[in-house]
């Protein structure tokens, strides 16, 4: 873990405002009757079984069909095969995924503004997203570019949308988790630790799929207004 203390304060990553957005999440999560806490020591982790209905389900696992294409860190030359599965992004006038966006928003509390477009992945028998985290390494030249887009990513919401009959499991091995989700459900976590840094026990990975496809949407959240252009 980096040196908090040590660090250059960066208005991009500005722990009051990190730690204010998951107050702001956490008081509507643990509040809703809908939203099971699967883990609070060490990170925040949330299960929302039935987000989505099987027909919206069906529409968008359709859509990323037609579009989709090898993920971003595809190859790697340091990480072989670091994640092999294929990405659509979704289009911002794209009608179908809006009323789901503005859903998981709601939900969250977070103004849609403050978020990255939507993204579908589709994993076929072998394919896998390594451990990773979703938070922004400041120190990192990448920084640069996706600092002034939105600042640092708060949470993080991913929808199942058709599970593989075995294997893509969603892993937190710092946290001992390891998530199944059922087609419809939403997985929700916070990046963040309650004093808004970088949390490191949010290490997570897509398992292998064994057998089957999985299709899943993910949606993240920033700290400033997202300004991501594709």
């Excluded at 069909?65 to 990405?87: G, H």
């Excluded at 589709?122 to 390594?130: A, D, I, L, N, P």
């Excluded at 949308?161 to 893509?168: D, K, P, S, Y």
């Amino acid at each position: 873990m980096h040196d908090q203390a040590l660090a250059p304060f960066d208005p991009l990553a500005d722990p009051r405002k990190l730690a204010w957005f998951g107050e702001c999440v956490r008081r509507r999560l643990t509040t809703h009757p809908a939203v099971e806490q699967l883990c609070s020591e060490g990170a925040e982790v949330f299960l929302v079984k039935g987000f989505l209905k099987r027909r919206d389900c069906k529409d968008l696992v359709e859509a990323i069909n037609r579009k989709a294409e090898p993920s971003p860190l595809y190859r790697s030359p340091d990480l072989p095969a670091y994640r092999t599965s294929y990405t659509h992004h979704f289009a911002n006038d794209d009608p179908l995924p809006k009323s789901c966006e503005q859903y998981i928003a709601d939900l969250l509390g977070i103004d849609l503004v403050y978020s990255e477009r939507m993204q579908g992945q589709r994993y076929t028998t072998g394919q896998e997203f390594k451990h990773h985290y979703d938070y922004i390494e400041t120190d990192q030249d990448y920084w640069k570019v996706e600092g002034p887009r939105g600042g640092q990513r708060t949470w993080t919401a991913m929808i199942c949308l058709h599970q593989a009959n075995e294997g893509g499991e969603t892993e937190f091995p710092e946290l001992g988790l390891r998530v199944h989700l059922p087609t419809g459900a939403m997985l929700v976590w916070n990046n963040m630790t309650p004093e808004g840094h970088p949390n490191t026990r949010t290490l997570h990975a897509g398992l292998p799929v064994r057998r089957g496809v999985k299709h899943v949407i993910t949606k993240w959240f920033r700290q400033e207004p997202c300004r991501l252009l594709f």
